[in-house]
């Protein structure tokens, strides 16, 4: 399935050259050999899903969109809030290429926002991502590219960046693998095959549902895959209140190496 009508596309990498250079492409993680290897290559294409009940989300779920080096995608946005305005936020998707906004009601969990997401899309692959995170230009090739040249059908990151609101510092997750097979990846950077969710749907409830996605995965033989810490970075708020998982900030950041506050979140995860 192509989704942009517009766009022009390259042909596909070599499997058996992106097998070979997955490591070594992700390894370097320097834009040089992205571009080289990575960027634009696929035509597979891509839904992202993004779930939120918060207005002031807006302008980062456009931008992690509009952000995205890849071009074959779309946008499926779910409004989780009944007193949210779909009609301003279908106003701003005029500006954007394939973005689709819908409403759920309040009273449905996330799990159920993202199964609806999912239905509404027939792309190849499905990306999950956060209303309030942040997703670098090459989050999507780096994810694509993993996905194709392992034997994967699901992938995301288990070591990541954090930027913690209150402290205005960086930190990164000390646990973690990366660039190898996992039992763990991070929620909002779970990208997979749309055949798998479709089999594997998100269970009904309103924290963990991701895990026990993964759970589910992992029990019938299908495999994982930890991509680079590079191209996220995962927002913690001061206010529990914008957390589904409410876990105290500072327990939170006993799991983290905080790096220098001299530098922005974007250029450690930016590639």
């Not at 009940?53 to 080096?69: E, G, V």
């Not at 949210?84 to 449905?108: G, P, S, T």
């Not at 990846?185 to 993964?214: C, E, W």
């Amino acid at each position: 399935m192509k989704i942009k009508k517009k766009t022009s596309f390259t042909k596909p990498v070599n499997k058996k050259i992106a097998s070979k250079n997955v490591s070594i492409i992700i390894k370097k993680e320097t834009k040089k050999d992205l571009e080289k290897t990575i960027k634009s290559t696929s035509s597979l294409s891509i839904s992202i899903i993004a779930s939120t009940n918060k207005p002031k989300y807006m302008n980062n779920i456009f931008k992690n969109y509009q952000r995205q080096d890849y071009n074959n995608k779309e946008l499926i946005i779910i409004l989780n809030n009944n007193i949210m305005d779909i009609k301003l936020w279908r106003k701003e998707a005029e500006q954007h290429e394939n973005v689709k906004v819908f409403q759920v009601d309040e009273k449905k969990d996330l799990s159920d926002c993202i199964n609806f997401g999912v239905s509404q899309s027939s792309a190849d692959l499905i990306a999950k991502f956060d209303d309030d995170d942040y997703y670098g230009p090459n989050y999507l090739n780096e994810a694509i590219e993993a996905i194709t040249s392992t034997k994967a059908s699901v992938v995301g990151k288990s070591k990541y960046y954090a930027y913690f609101e209150d402290i205005k510092k960086t930190g990164l997750r000390k646990s973690g693998a990366e660039n190898k097979y996992t039992n763990y990846i991070h929620g909002p950077t779970l990208v997979m095959k749309r055949s798998i969710i479709k089999k594997y749907k998100f269970k009904n409830m309103s924290h963990g549902a991701d895990q026990h996605f993964l759970k589910d995965c992992l029990k019938n033989g299908i495999k994982i895959y930890s991509t680079s810490k590079k191209n996220f970075v995962y927002i913690r708020h001061l206010s529990l209140e914008n957390h589904t998982w409410k876990i105290d900030n500072t327990k939170f950041m006993k799991g983290f190496t905080l790096l220098s506050s001299a530098k922005g979140y974007k250029s450690y995860a930016d590639i």
